[in-house]
């Protein structure tokens, strides 16, 4: 089991991330923003026909970045991006705060630059877990969370920057996983 019940802190596995490869080969290559189009989906509601400004998937049809968004927008329009992006972007639009699960308050997106997204805040108020993608569990260092379809760098009970407090629970509502406080 080790220390911490065999949860690691996300800065010793960035020094080791190419160690983490399959020895059958793959990418050492992170992406702080694995899973975004899975959560935005499901906790944002966005739609193929939801325009999205900031940071996007680059597959969703109808991404603009926020230094070329026009004066107008029409239609379903949602602004995804970091709380400093968005406190730039003064547009009255719906916004999507990406935040650090030591930062959490009571609406975004769960991000951390290792694991990428792990889950956001759904109608019900809960932090939902992208559960198909991600396993939460309890240690002593804090949450630590496992990427389940990730092949490549295997990232398994990594406890993010800044840690993670917080219980793995059921939601009443939904009977998916959350992070309650």
Sequence with gaps: MGEHGGAVPAAAVLERVSDL???AGGSAAVDPLRGLDFVLYQCARVTPETTVVGVAPAHHPRVIDFESTPDE???HVLAVGTPKQLARFNRDVP?????APSERGDQGLLVDDLLGVLGGVRDCGNWHLDWPRVYARETSLGVAFTLLRQRSPRLVDIVPAGGADGRVELCPRHRSPVIAV
């Design 73 to 75: 927008l029409r239609g």
């Design 95 to 99: 916004q999507v705060p990406l935040v």
């Design 21 to 23: 490869v399959p020895l």
